[in-house]
């Protein structure tokens, strides 16, 4: 019982980070102004596909960062914190921020993305 609610919680983190992969990139791309008429609707489609595939593997990214640093650190430090929920979502957020970070200087300052 106890491995089952360990694989739960961590596919809770796992959608949660998949989510703030998803927003960060509609932060990135902006909305889509695309027409949805005629021909632009496969622009309008290539937007949207975009959007899902780089940020599936951007928050795939921050899941696994999360997952390796609650199971080797966090688990350890936070055993008896009654705030252990917002200690991670917080974890979560700089880890966020971290490949936030990443992302923009590997996309805009040395231009390899």
Avoid: C
């Amino acid at each position: 019982m106890r491995f089952v609610k360990l694989i739960l919680t961590y596919l809770i983190w796992t959608i949660l980070s998949l989510i703030l992969g998803v927003s960060y990139m509609r932060l990135v791309l902006g909305p889509n102004d695309v027409s949805e008429d005629g021909w632009w609707y496969l622009l309008h489609l290539f937007f949207d596909m975009g959007l899902l595939h780089v940020g599936f593997w951007i928050g795939v990214a921050i899941a696994s960062i999360f997952i390796l640093l609650d199971v080797f650190y966090l688990r350890k430090k936070l055993k008896n914190n009654s705030q252990k929920t917002i200690i991670q979502l917080i974890t979560l957020l700089v880890i966020t921020g971290l490949i936030a970070i990443v992302h923009y200087f590997l996309e805009k300052v040395i231009d390899v993305i």
